[in-house]
C-alpha cells in the first residue's frame, strides 16, 4: 500500500456559494482525527445508508492499525445543511503515485464496499450534477487532490442510488454476491437459492464431514478465543497463498491488530467484525471473518485448514451454511460473500449487488491519471469476462513469480 504521509492539520471548513438555492448542504468540513468526530459518525449510522466496511467500528481499527503502519493520511468529510445538521460522512485517505494526489475511501481490497455514509433523504436528493459539486467542493476542502478514484462502489444501498456512484465510468471487474435471508427460515432460504442438484451435494459432503468426529461453529467472544480464532484464519491463509504463489495480503503484523481490535467489543457496544470457527475434534478446520451493519453480515474472508483431512468434504463450504442458518436466526436480512467470482458463491447466492468504478479529476495530471485508471479497470473487467484470457493472466502471472523467485535467490 503507498500512501501520502501528512501531519494532522486542523478542521477546514467550507461554506457553499450555492447552498441557498439548489444544494442541499451548506457547509463542508475536514478533519483528520476519526475520534473527534465518533458521537456524530455512530449518530449517523443508526439511521443512514451504511455500508458494514464504513461503520465506525471498521474503520477506526483499520486506521489506528493498518493505517498507522502505512502512514496512511486520513481525511474525514463532513456535509451539514443550513442548521448545522449532519447529512454525509466520507472517509478518505489521500494517497500519492507518482506525483499524483488522489483519495480514496478508507479499506482498500479489504473492504469490499466503498461508499460514503448518507442520510437517505439526502442521498436521494442528489442527481449526477449535484454529486460531482460535492465532490468538487471536498476537493477544494482538502487541498491540492488531482482527483478522486472510487472503486466498487454499489450502485444502490437499500434501495437508494449511491451519489457517487452517479458519476461512474464503468462497471467494477467484479460484482458482489448476496443472499436475502427469510428471518426464522434457513432451510426454506437454502431451498430457495440453492438447485436440488447443490442442496443434494451439501448433504454428501456434510454427511462425509460428519464421519470424522464431532464439530461445532463457534463465535470467538473472549480474548483467547478472538486469539485462538485469529492464529487459525492466519495459519490457513498463509498456506493457502503459498499454495497459489501469490503474496499473502494477511501476512503483515498490522492485519492481526486490525482483526483483533475490530473484533472486541468497546464499552459494551457490540464488535463490528465477527469471527467464527468450525471445529472439529476441537481444533479448527475452517474460519470466517464477516462485518456485520444493522441488518446486513458482510463475508469478509474465509479459510480453511489444507492439510487437514476433511479438506476434499469442503469444510469452509460446510461452515458457511452454517453461518447462514446462525443469521437466519439472528434475525439477519442479507448475507453478502463480498467481491469476487467462486464457485461456492454462485451456489449458494442468488443475487448481486452490481458495482461500479467513479474516477474524477480535478486537475490536468488527474484527468491524465484517471484515464489511465479507467483504462486498467476495464481491462481488468475484460480478462475476468473472457475464460480464455483469465487463464492466460493466470498464467503470465504465474511465469512472472517463478521469474522474480528465481531473480532473489540468483
Not at 477546514?12 to 483528520?32: D, F, K, M, Y
Request: net charge positive; glycine share 8%; with cysteine.
Amino acid at each position: 500500500m503507498s500512501a501520502l504521509a501528512e501531519h494532522p492539520s486542523a478542521p477546514s471548513r467550507t461554506e457553499s456559494r450555492s447552498a441557498g438555492t439548489t444544494l442541499p448542504w451548506r457547509a463542508i468540513t475536514v478533519v483528520s482525527d476519526i475520534a473527534a468526530i465518533e458521537a456524530d459518525w455512530r449518530a449517523l449510522e443508526e439511521r443512514a445508508l451504511v455500508t458494514p466496511y464504513q461503520a465506525y467500528g471498521w474503520v477506526r481499527p483499520f486506521v489506528e492499525t493498518v493505517g498507522a503502519a502505512h502512514g496512511m493520511a486520513f481525511r474525514y468529510v463532513t456535509l451539514r445543511d443550513a442548521g448545522n445538521g449532519l447529512l454525509a460522512i466520507l472517509p478518505l485517505v489521500v494517497t500519492r503515485r507518482n506525483c499524483i494526489r488522489f483519495a480514496e475511501f478508507i479499506g482498500g481490497k479489504h473492504a469490499n464496499y466503498h461508499m460514503g455514509i448518507y442520510r437517505p433523504e439526502f442521498a436521494a436528493a442528489l442527481d449526477a450534477g449535484s454529486a460531482r459539486t460535492m465532490l468538487v467542493d471536498i476537493g477544494k476542502a482538502i487541498g491540492g487532490l488531482d482527483a478522486f478514484v472510487f472503486v466498487n462502489q454499489p450502485t444502490m444501498w437499500q434501495g437508494v442510488p449511491n451519489p457517487t456512484a452517479l458519476l461512474a465510468a464503468g462497471p467494477s471487474p467484479s460484482g458482489a454476491y448476496k443472499l436475502a435471508l427469510i428471518p426464522g427460515d434457513a432451510e426454506g432460504t437454502l431451498r430457495r437459492s440453492m438447485s436440488s442438484h447443490a442442496q443434494k451435494k451439501l448433504k454428501n459432503k456434510r454427511n462425509r464431514f460428519g464421519s470424522y468426529g464431532p464439530s461445532e461453529l463457534i463465535k470467538a467472544r473472549s480474548p483467547a478465543e478472538i486469539s485462538r480464532v485469529i492464529d487459525a484464519f492466519l495459519e490457513q491463509k498463509s498456506e493457502r497463498f503459498k499454495a497459489m504463489g501469490v503474496p499473502d495480503p494477511f501476512a503483515e503484523p498490522a492485519m492481526r491488530g486490525f482483526l483483533e481490535q475490530a473484533a472486541r467489543p468497546v464499552a459494551e457496544r457490540a464488535p463490528t467484525l465477527e469471527l467464527y470457527t468450525l471445529d472439529l475434534n476441537g481444533r479448527s478446520v475452517a474460519t470466517y471473518v464477516g462485518a456485520v451493519q444493522g441488518g446486513r453480515f458482510s463475508g469478509m474472508a474465509t479459510s480453511f485448514d489444507m492439510a487437514s483431512e476433511t479438506a476434499k468434504s469442503s469444510p469452509g463450504e460446510i461452515l458457511l451454511v452454517e453461518l447462514i442458518r446462525l443469521k437466519c436466526r439472528d434475525g439477519i436480512d442479507v448475507f453478502d460473500l463480498g467481491v469476487g467470482e467462486a464457485r461456492y458463491k454462485t451456489t449458494i447466492c442468488d443475487d448481486r449487488d452490481e458495482l461500479v468504478d467513479t474516477f474524477l479529476p480535478l486537475t490536468l495530471k488527474g484527468s491524465a491519471f484517471s484515464a489511465f485508471a479507467q483504462a486498467k479497470r476495464a481491462g481488468k473487467r475484460w480478462i475476468k469476462a473472457s475464460p480464455v484470457a483469465l487463464k492466460l493472466a493466470h498464467r503470465v502471472s504465474g511465469w512472472m513469480k517463478r521469474g522474480a523467485v528465481r531473480g532473489a535467490d540468483e
